[in-house]
């Protein structure tokens, strides 16, 4: 598959907007884990193969291990995940298929035992960026650096 346009270099402004959203989030308080485990979810919805080779090598060196990496998929039929880990990524599943069915009451009260309003909406946010980048990554054809 070739790469189409890169649009780093196409439209710096539209990228050094998004680095901003990069930039606040990188000051939330999630763990590298699940920021990584928000992304992976993400991507793997959207087929993003850029993003998730990224995201996968950066989870692994954060201390993730593989066994839940090759089950992320599949979340809600294990117990690898805590039922805290299970509330990020059903609001983080909810958002990315938000044509779907929105965010749902039970998926939004669930993430809410969990979770203060300020840490909901970095969820949210965080959800909300991955999707823009996956959307970046499958329109423009981002290849994998072999």
Not at 49 to 76: I, N
Request: charged share 25%.
């Amino acid at each position: 598959m070739e790469q189409r346009i890169k649009i780093d270099q196409v439209f710096p402004e539209a990228i050094k907007g998004m680095m901003g959203l990069v930039t606040a989030l990188s000051k939330t308080n999630l763990t590298p884990i699940q920021k990584e485990l928000i992304k992976i979810r993400a991507s793997q919805l959207n087929s993003c193969a850029y993003c998730l080779d990224m995201h996968t090598r950066d989870a692994l060196k954060y201390g993730e291990t593989p066994q839940r990496l090759f089950v992320l998929s599949a979340w809600r039929e294990t117990d690898l995940f805590t039922e805290e880990e299970k509330a990020l990524l059903a609001l983080t599943e909810e958002v990315t298929l938000i044509h779907q069915n929105g965010v749902t009451d039970e998926t939004y009260k669930q993430a809410e035992k969990f979770f203060s309003a300020e840490t909901i909406a970095q969820i949210i946010m965080a959800s909300v960026l991955i999707n823009a980048w996956n959307r970046i990554g499958v329109s423009t054809h981002m290849t994998i650096p072999r």
